[in-house]
């Protein structure tokens, strides 16, 4: 079970007050796409790959740095939100890997210059001793 510890609660309470003062309205289809980062010398996620179900949901796969290739994390569901629950606007995501030695959520915000910011969390569940931690970067489609 993912578990977030208080330090983790408070950076996800902000990244909402953020992403609800800045984002725009859109719908599930605008985040469709191959996405791909805006730092090429990014040592996290290179690309991601947002793909319609075809009922309305949809799945996201995702590609980390690695060499010589990138690593395929592969496919997760996608929860979408709106502001409300009567909104049919979505414009928030969010998306859960468990690796197994650790868990990833990512949060990912839609905005209205056609770029997506996506919160890595990455919570170690391996009893290692690392120290879990997040990081936020912006892709283009």
């Given at each position: 079970?993912?578990?977030?510890?208080?330090?983790?609660?408070?950076?996800?309470?902000?990244?909402?007050?953020?992403?609800?003062?800045?984002?725009?309205?859109?719908?599930?289809?605008?985040?469709?796409?191959?996405?791909?980062?805006?730092?090429?010398?990014?040592?996290?996620?290179?690309?991601?790959?947002?793909?319609?179900?075809?009922?309305?949901?949809?799945?996201v796969q995702v590609f980390g740095k690695c060499q010589p290739t990138d690593c395929d994390w592969g496919k997760a569901g996608v929860l979408t939100y709106g502001t409300s629950v009567s909104d049919t606007d979505h414009w928030l995501g969010s998306a859960v890997y468990p690796k197994g030695f650790s868990n990833t959520m990512l949060v990912m915000n839609l905005f209205p210059n056609k770029t997506l910011s996506v919160q890595s969390l990455t919570q170690f569940v391996d009893k290692s001793g690392r120290q879990n931690y997040a990081s936020r970067e912006v892709f283009r489609r």
């Open positions: 079970m993912f578990q977030i510890n208080k330090l983790s609660r408070i950076s996800l309470t902000a990244l909402t007050a953020l992403t609800l003062a800045s984002s725009a309205h859109a719908a599930t289809s605008d985040f469709v796409g191959t996405w791909t980062n805006t730092n090429a010398a990014t040592r996290g996620i290179t690309r991601l790959i947002l793909t319609p179900n075809g009922d309305g949901t949809l799945n």
